[in-house]
Every structure is written in structure tokens, then in C-alpha cells.
């Protein structure tokens, strides 16, 4: 299972800070996801990341994000930088099922809004 | 980049009909890399349909997945209730990963 946590609200400018919590298993040798919907329109990409340090994001987003993984916490963690009310929307962690090329296990989301 | 069209972009349908959604790619993508995931309202996306034709666990079967090059296709075979919500193609292969903007299948 997978749980988002974080700050429901974050002013602009300043800094959007995750985690997904993994229980039930383990954040060593998975790839993780993070996906983002602003309400009422589709899913976005985010970004990868894998606890041997190999990491990709999405071009759009690649100047302001930083992902990372702890695994004695079993944690995998997402910021963005300078937000801005743009970047209101659900954020969605999610595992990467290697053997399917997809992400197979998600979280349920948590919400961010972005305002002063 | 590679852009996904899902279309159409609302699919008004009774139970027990057969709904046909579409996904054409702007370039050609590796039919391993095509997924379908199923979003019901206020909940995450779930996935369907991976490799383009494969369920995943628990999957129905009345769902199925086909298609190659830039042209893919989620059937729904007879639609049961809880079929009703939006679905979204989405590719990996190359940097970024994209998704198609979604089909919604609502109850007429």
C-alpha cells in the first residue's frame, strides 16, 4: 500500500513537499512514480526515481523537482520548487511494475492547492 | 514528445452496450509500452490493460485491449455499472512518459 502525505496548502514561491509511504513491502529495487491531476483535467507525469539513484523527469517540470528514496523508512519523497497556482492538483505516488511497463500500484492522492 | 489522442472525449452509453474507446499516438509506440488505466470519480487510476492487450490481475474480461503502431483500442464488451468512469491511455518507451486526455463513459 501506498500513502501520499504532505501540506494541503502551500503559498506560491515556496517549496511543495511529499511523501509516499510504502507498507507491505519494500522502496529497494522499484522504480516510483509520481503523477499529478489539477482538478478536473487529466494525469501528468512527474517524474522517476530508483533507490540505485537513477532518476527521470518530466522535461516540463525537470528545472524545479527533486525526488529521493529512503529506504530505512520505506519512504519515497517528491519536491517542487517555486510553485506557483499552476501547480494546484492531486498528487499520486505510484509503483513501477518493471515486468509490465506500467504502474500497477497507487496511492489515493493527496491534494495540494497552491495560494496565499 | 509523443502526444496521445483519446477520442471520443465522452462516451454516453447504457449497461449491457459495448463501448469502444480510442488512442491514437503522433508517433508510433511499441505496443509493450501502451497501458489503459480505469479512473473512477474521487479515486486513483487502476490499471487495466498493459502491452496493450494484456489485463492486468482481476481485470474482467469483458475488458480487452488491441491495437499496434498509433492506433490502439479499449473494448468494453458489455458495460456493467461500475464500468462507468474515465479511462486514459498512457505510453512509456522514451522521455516523458504521456497519457492520452481521457475518455469519459457516462450512463445515457
Known amino acids: 500500500q501506498l500513502q501520499e502525505s504532505g501540506p494541503g496548502l502551500v503559498k506560491p514561491s515556496e517549496t511543495l513537499s511529499l511523501t509516499c509511504s510504502v507498507s507491505g513491502g519494500s522502496t529497494s529495487n522499484f522504480y516510483w512514480n509520481w503523477f499529478r491531476q489539477p482538478p478536473g483535467k487529466g494525469l501528468e507525469w512527474i517524474g522517476y526515481t530508483h533507490d540505485s539513484g537513477d532518476t527521470n523527469y518530466n522535461p516540463s517540470l525537470r528545472s524545479r523537482v527533486s525526488t529521493s528514496i529512503d529506504t530505512s523508512k520505506n519512504q519515497v519523497s517528491l519536491k517542487l520548487y517555486s510553485v506557483t497556482a499552476a501547480d494546484t492538483a492531486m498528487y499520486y505516488c505510484a509503483k513501477w511494475a518493471n515486468s509490465l511497463e506500467a504502474a500497477d500500484i497507487w496511492g489515493q492522492g493527496t491534494m495540494v492547492t497552491v495560494s496565499s | 514528445e509523443i502526444v496521445l489522442t483519446q477520442s471520443p472525449g465522452t462516451l454516453s452509453l447504457s449497461p449491457g452496450e459495448r463501448a469502444t474507446l480510442s488512442c491514437r499516438a503522433s508517433?508510433?509506440?511499441?505496443?509493450?509500452?501502451l497501458v489503459w488505466y480505469q479512473q473512477k470519480s474521487g479515486q486513483a487510476p487502476r490499471l487495466l490493460i498493459y502491452g496493450a492487450s494484456s489485463r492486468a490481475t482481476g481485470v474482467p474480461d469483458r475488458f480487452s485491449g488491441s491495437g499496434s503502431g498509433t492506433d490502439f483500442t479499449l473494448t468494453i464488451s458489455r458495460l456493467e455499472r461500475e464500468d462507468f468512469a474515465v479511462y486514459y491511455c498512457?505510453?512509456?518507451?522514451?522521455?516523458?512518459?504521456?497519457f492520452g486526455g481521457g475518455t469519459k463513459v457516462e450512463i445515457k
Open positions: 508517433q508510433s509506440v511499441d505496443s509493450k509500452y
Open positions: 498512457q505510453r512509456w518507451g522514451s522521455s516523458p512518459l504521456t
